[in-house]
């Protein structure tokens, strides 16, 4: 499975499109076609170096350390965001060495990077690289800070970054769940914010941390959210270690983090179709988008799986458009010969 996010910018217009399942959807076409001309991304985040979240990386993407990664057709990145972990992690293979490799030359060079958080680890990795520290210092970006170069006066979006935490990368062994990439991007269309939780695989532990974090610096407002983009492709892991027989009890500070969607959120499981019964092992699991569904009816919003969009026989990428009206569901409806419609989320307050 592979999740492409992109983000247009039009007079503050921003269109996000989730495309999941390379065995479903030709995913590099489908990105060409976003970029249209533009051979470029202003910026490609990984948030770790699992399989499924970089597969096929180094057959689109151009990529500076090596010229058997470059040429005609390939999509440049001008910044890399990953997470300390690919930078420190030794024995990846396939697209995640690839990856690493690219990461770690723009960093070496000091350009189109940038990291999160600054564990022991990642020192000793500049000493080993006879790199002061002190250089490449602004080219790293701790939890609890926003993201340089992106404000809503300017670009119209900021990026607060919730997770990795540095001492979750000091161990032996890197956890890349753990120690992925979590943020919460807010747009502004003219007066109107609309919040994005973007959580990659993060395990309810970590979720759990992140609020107490959170909570303690008194900065509750930036869990708040209108689209939740859930972990771990609807795995109960992300709620509580227990699975529940009908529907998983999230632990009280999971629990408290869902209950900071606004009306009309948008919940988004970027997994194949949701089974209606059984026990499956790896996710989506049914038990925890029955608790995802019931956020959603509290709030009076919307919880969507981007492998039944529009159907599960024909599923198509999931754009949200988010405006000075919020956000908006795009539905593909055929009526004849047409028609293209829209579905806008009940509107906050």
Known sequence: MVLSLSLEVH????????????????????VQDKL????????????????????????????????????????????????AAIIVEEGLEND???????????????????????????????????????????LITDAGLLIPGFTKSGQGVEFFVHSPFAERLDGELVDRNDCSLVVQATFQSNSYETRLILSADTTCEILSDMVEVTKYHENEARLGWDIFKLPHHCSYHSLSEEKGEDITEPIPEVKWLFEQGARGGIIVS??????????????????????YRQVADTIKGQFKVTMEHPTPTNPAPLVITIDDSGATIKKSITMGSVAVTSVRAPRAG
């Open 11 to 30: 007079s503050l217009k921003f269109t996000l499109s989730f495309f999941l399942g390379q065995d479903h959807i030709d995913l590099a076409a489908a």
């Open 36 to 83: 249209g001309k533009q051979d470029y991304f202003d910026v490609v985040a990984f948030t770790h170096a699992d399989d499924d979240h970089v597969h096929g990386a180094s057959e689109f993407f151009h990529l500076d350390h090596a010229k058997k990664y470059q040429g005609t057709g390939r999509v440049k990145i001008n910044e890399l965001w990953v997470p």
């Open 96 to 138: 995640a060495r690839i990856i690493q490799a690219e990461a770690r030359y723009r960093l070496r060079n000091g350009q189109g990077i940038r990291v999160f958080s600054r564990p022991d680890r990642l020192r000793d990795w500049f000493t080993e690289e006879n790199i002061p520290l002190a250089d490449r210092e602004h």
């Open 270 to 291: 970027t997994s194949d179709p949701i089974p209606s019964h059984g026990d499956d092992t790896q996710p989506p699991h049914r038990q925890a988008a029955n608790y």
